[in-house]
Every structure is written in structure tokens, then in C-alpha cells.
């Protein structure tokens, strides 16, 4: 089959995934929307949990990310059984990672605002989307683990559908919850918190109902108990490096949230609000970025290299000329989408005064995901994960410190530091996928194993 074809084709798998990440950022643009009638401040609080959340989740998805790759790997080289013992543990891992995360959350809510530099006036309602969002996450943990399971397998619809059905119950509950439609009580912030939980739920379910039927032998609750020592240890290897690269990213946001959160309540909102609109715009970048890696990792285990090597670069073109045209719109039209979010002028000028730069920080995030995906799928992720972990730190992080802080320049100090950091990594992995270093140990080990099996024949 030749690549670019099929389940494994890289429009097959990237079009479920753009429709749902589309979808739920525009869902999550609604659940914004939302969130601004109850006030600017509320838009803030949520705009620092969930980078806070983000960081959590991946303490415990990254595990799922690694075991998904070599799902993949196992499916490339028809070793299906190994994929199927490999996704147990991804998920049996993830979830209870996810409980012990969702414990500290809920019991230490108020000691984790006052770290993140939330101010004291927004400590109410902090407490209460901290408190209870924060306390589910371990829902996210077992979605994610599933959805990942599932979409290296080819599957890529069913957590499109699931992703969407999730998205549109949670926006009826908010309305509901919220606003206390048909007799309820408004319950503000609190509801947006119980819609949350309550659609994360609904889509467990349907995700696990799906993950058990993924593979050519079915998944029964017994199995979950499953464990193969060796494959844990492939996880392993293959996980840290992830974990450690997505922490450092999330850490490295969650940073510069806080320097924000320095800078003021609008300034954070400018940024929530700003973001909202990044997401649209790179929406297609991402899917493409997370189809490559899925696509490559297979054709890595079916041992296709040639294939590998020329696919990395296919998804690159393509992402960089789809997101070169979206930042466009976005820089042209802006200010309108703006002000759909909010009236407040003073966030509106924030926000207006940093369209410009995203011209320069969305390319630099394509090249910089989708040479990085092509590493992690064919297992390169000690590179990626040690040269984020330096650039995110000293030029992301330390540089927005430096300028948006001490230099006295705000959000553009904060942007031209993301900017950099996206541009260094995005070169980097770059220069590191032309030296082939890893295919070229892999095409050198299958020409070994060749010559064995002609030697023992």
C-alpha cells in the first residue's frame, strides 16, 4: 500500500482530527463566550486553570502518547497482539495517574491559586474551578488515554464523533447550569464546573465501549489487569522523554501565564481571549502535525523508511501553507473576531496590538510540531525532549521574564520570547531529522537481521 493511502493515508487520519479539534474550539469559543456574561474576571480564572490543568494532564497522558506510538509501531509490523496489550496499559496507567492528580486538586485548590499568583479577588471563584474541574481530571486522563488507543489504530472518526458529542453537551449544560434554565438555580462558575465533569463522563463511557472492540481480539474488564513487563519497559522509554518535553511546555505556558497574571487581570484576559483565536488558526496545523506522527510511526514499524523520511516533510509543506493562509485571516479580521469576545476597549487594545506577531509565531509552531512529531514517532524523543526542555527554560520562559517584566514590554515581551523559543526548537528538530541518524540505525539493523535469516536459511 503506498503511503498516503488507506486507514494509514495522511488525509484519512488528519480530517477526523481537524474536525474535532475544530469543533471543540468552537464549542470552547462558545463555552468563552459563556463565560465573559458572567464577567471579565471569571474569563481570567479560567484562562490560568486550564494552563494549570494542562500541565497536570500531562503528567499522566504522555504515558497513553508513548503507548500510542508504539501501537502504532505494532500495527506497522502486523505484531498486533503486543499493540493491543500495549493500549491496556497505557490506559490502566493514565487513570490512575489521573486519581492521584485529581485528589491533590480538589484538597489543595486554595494553596495552588495563591502559587499561580491568582489575585485575591479572583480566590472565590478560583476555588471553585480548581476545586471541582480540577478534581475530574482524571476523566481527562482516561478520555485522552482512550482516544489516543484508539486513533493509532486508524481510527481517527470514532473520537472525532465522541469529541463533538461531548463538546455540544457540555455548551447545552453550561446554558443550562449557568443561566438556571427551567427552574434551575444560576450557579455561575460552579455550573460551567459540573457541565465539565458531567460531559467528561458521558464521553468515558462511549470511549471505553469503543476502545474494547479496537482490536482484532476484544477487550474484556478482566484484561485491564493485564501487564508484560517488557512492553512496560518499551513504554517507559519511550514516554519520559514525552512526558518530560509536553511538562516543560505546559510548565513553561503556565509560567508565562503567571507573568501575566503579574501584569494584570485585563492582560490576562487579552491573552484567554487571544488564544481562543490562535486555536482556529492553527487548528488544521495541529491535526495535520498529529496525523503525520501516527502515519509515520506505522510506516516506521512496517520498516518503509524511504517512505518515513519523505513524510515528514509532506506534512510540513502542507501545514505551513494551511497555517501561513489562516494567521492571515486572523491578522486581517482580528480585531472584528475580538470584538465578538469581549467590549471591555482596554483588552480589546491588548489584544489588537498582538495580532502582528502571530505572522511569525504560528509558521515557527508548524515546523516546530510537525519535525518534532516525526522524531517522537520514530522514537527520537531523548533529542526533542532535552532541547525543549532547554529552549522552553531559558528563551520561552527567561526571556519572558526579561522582557515582559523586567524590560517593562508586557504581552509583546511575552510574544516575541514564545516566538523565539518556537523558531530555535522548530530549526533544531529540523537539522536533526536531515541528519537521519535514527533511520539510518534502523535500516542498518534491518539489513542485519536480513543477512541472519539468509545465513540460517
Known amino acids: 500500500m503506498k503511503p498516503g493511502k488507506g486507514k494509514f493515508g495522511l488525509w484519512m487520519l488528519a480530517w477526523p482530527i481537524f474536525i474535532e479539534i475544530f469543533l471543540q474550539t468552537l464549542l470552547g469559543t462558545v463555552d468563552t463566550i459563556m463565560v465573559s456574561r458572567i464577567s471579565d474576571d471569571a474569563v481570567a480564572v479560567v484562562g490560568i486553570s486550564n494552563q494549570l490543568f494542562n500541565a497536570l494532564i500531562t503528567l499522566f ?20 497482539e503486543d499493540a493491543r496489550t500495549i493500549a491496556i496499559m497505557g490506559v490502566s496507567v493514565s487513570t490512575l495517574l489521573g486519581i ?112 474494547c472492540g479496537a482490536f482484532e481480539r476484544k477487550i474484556r474488564l478482566p484484561d485491564f489487569k493485564a501487564f508484560n513487563q517488557k512492553l512496560f519497559g518499551e513504554i517507559l522509554r519511550i514516554s519520559w522523554p514525552l512526558g518530560l518535553n509536553s511538562s516543560a511546555w505546559v510548565l513553561s505556558q503556565l509560567a508565562m501565564y503567571s507573568f501575566m497574571a503579574m501584569l494584570g487581570a485585563k492582560e490576562l484576559a487579552a491573552r484567554t481571549y487571544l488564544n481562543t483565536l490562535e486555536s482556529f488558526c492553527f487548528a488544521l496545523g495541529f491535526a495535520l502535525a498529529m496525523a503525520g506522527q501516527i502515519q509515520i510511526a506505522h510506516l516506521f514499524g512496517a520498516r518503509q523508511l524511504g517512505n518515513v523520511y519523505r513524510g515528514a516533510y509532506r506534512t510540513l509543506y502542507i501545514g505551513l501553507a494551511i497555517v501561513g493562509v489562516n494567521v492571515l485571516i486572523l491578522f ?61 527554560s531559558l528563551v520561552g520562559v527567561g526571556g519572558s521574564y526579561l522582557l515582559g517584566i523586567e524590560a517593562g514590554w508586557g504581552l509583546t515581551g511575552i510574544y516575541c520570547s514564545m516566538i523565539a523559543d518556537e523558531a530555535l526548537r522548530g530549526v533544531l528538530v529540523l537539522l536533526r531529522w536531515r541528519g537521519r541518524k535514527v533511520l539510518y540505525a534502523a535500516e542498518a539493523k534491518a539489513a542485519s537481521n536480513t543477512a541472519a535469516e539468509v545465513y540460517s536459511s
Not at 497522558?61 to 498486533?80: K, P, V, W
Open 61 to 80: 497522558t504522555t504515558f497513553a502518547g508513548g503507548a500510542g506510538i508504539l501501537i502504532a509501531q505494532r500495527l506497522g509490523s502486523g505484531r498486533h
Open 100 to 211: 492521584a492528580v485529581s485528589i491533590m486538586m480538589f484538597f489543595y485548590s486554595d494553596p495552588i491559586a495563591l502559587a499561580l499568583n491568582v489575585s485575591g479577588d479572583l480566590l472565590p471563584l478560583s476555588h471553585i474551578y480548581l476545586t471541582y474541574v480540577g478534581g475530574g481530571l482524571f476523566l481527562v486522563g482516561m478520555s485522552s488515554s482512550l482516544s489516543s488507543a484508539i486513533r493509532n489504530t486508524g481510527n481517527t472518526r470514532g473520537p472525532m464523533y465522541t469529541g463533538v458529542a461531548v463538546n455540544v453537551i457540555h455548551i447545552l449544560l453550561n446554558y443550562i447550569l449557568i443561566f438556571g434554565m427551567f427552574g434551575l438555580p444560576e450557579m455561575g462558575l460552579g455550573g460551567i464546573a459540573l457541565s465539565t465533569v458531567i460531559s467528561r463522563l458521558l464521553g468515558v463511557i462511549v470511549l471505553l465501549y469503543m476502545f
Open 332 to 392: 486581517l479580521f482580528g480585531r472584528i473576531l475580538l470584538g465578538f469576545l469581549t467590549t471591555d476597549q482596554e483588552i480589546l487594545s491588548i489584544g489588537i496590538s498582538l495580532l502582528a506577531l502571530n505572522l511569525l509565531l504560528q509558521p515557527c509552531k508548524m515546523l516546530n510540531m510537525a519535525m518534532g512529531n516525526s522524531l517522537n514517532a520514530i522514537g527520537d524523543t531523548r533529542f526533542t525532549m532535552t532541547i525543549s526542555i532547554l529552549s522552553m
